[in-house]
């Protein structure tokens, strides 16, 4: 399980990090940071360098497991509360379209996911911490662990039911080269959906949680990675950006199925 826990700190970290640098690329926030509101924040780049150092830094540290438990905490309370303070007010309220529109929170539940894989990263990490000496703030993080997987969970049942709200789009990004595009998208839509349910539920929870690593690990290779190749500056390096956040997804998965197994021995 140690070599799990290594690839599965790894590609969070490498994803976490991966975002950071693109806001030095591109002098602003990804969108699954910060929603285009407030406009003030985004007016300057200086925001953005400092956010994307502190990712960037903060992947590092969970790469490398050192001091990493602190690092994710923080990592996973930023990204919570960038989720609900600016990306849910956003959507809700100020964005022109519907809020009733799914396709709109796709950003918001990608954040939500990696906070919650922050909280996940944090469970498969000593404390590196005197428990004397802890502050109020990493007690009060501490609490969210158990509701990491959650988090995650939220986000695979959207996407999932994604699938089946925009077949179409969805079927365009199967490669050419894989025949029956619309059996894949629903297929994908099942997986997903259902493995959310059964990591919410902790169904099969171990099983599943590798099972979901490896889908959402083989669509970096099969996907994301071809695509961003393909066409690498396209919506501000989107493409690129999904690769990393595709990464991190499959590294939380495993880091789910690692916490439990560590639960059960």
Known sequence: MKILSKTARTFY????????????????????????????IHASAIWAYITGAALVVAGFFIFLDKKARVASLLVGG?????????????????????PRHLGLWTDPLKELALSGGAF??????????????????LMVLEKFIPFGRIFFSITMISFGVDHFFYTEFVAGLVPS?????IFWTYF?????????????FKIKLKL???????????????????????DPYVGNGNEI?????????????????????????
């Open 120 to 137: 996940v990263m944090a469970g498969l990490s000593k404390d590196e911490t005197n428990a004397s000496h802890k502050n109020y703030l």
């Open 188 to 200: 994908a839509a099942v997986a997903l959906i259902g493995s959310g349910v059964a990591i919410i």
């Open 177 to 181: 080269w894989i025949p029956d595009h």
């Open 241 to 265: 950006t999904s690769v990393f956040e595709a990464l991190a997804f499959s590294g939380i998965a495993l880091g789910i199925a690692v916490m439990h197994k560590n639960k059960n021995k």
């Open 208 to 230: 599943v949680s590798l099972l979901a690593a490896t889908m959402l690990f083989l669509w970096v290779i099969v996907l994301h990675i071809p695509r961003a190749i393909a």
């Open 13 to 40: 970290g490498i994803g976490m990090a991966g975002i950071g640098i693109q806001q030095f690329i591109y002098s602003d926030f990804r969108p699954v940071i910060l929603s285009p509101w407030p406009p003030w």
């Open 78 to 98: 930023f990204l919570f509360v960038m989720f609900i303070v600016f990306q849910c007010s956003y959507t809700l309220f100020i964005q022109p379209n519907s």
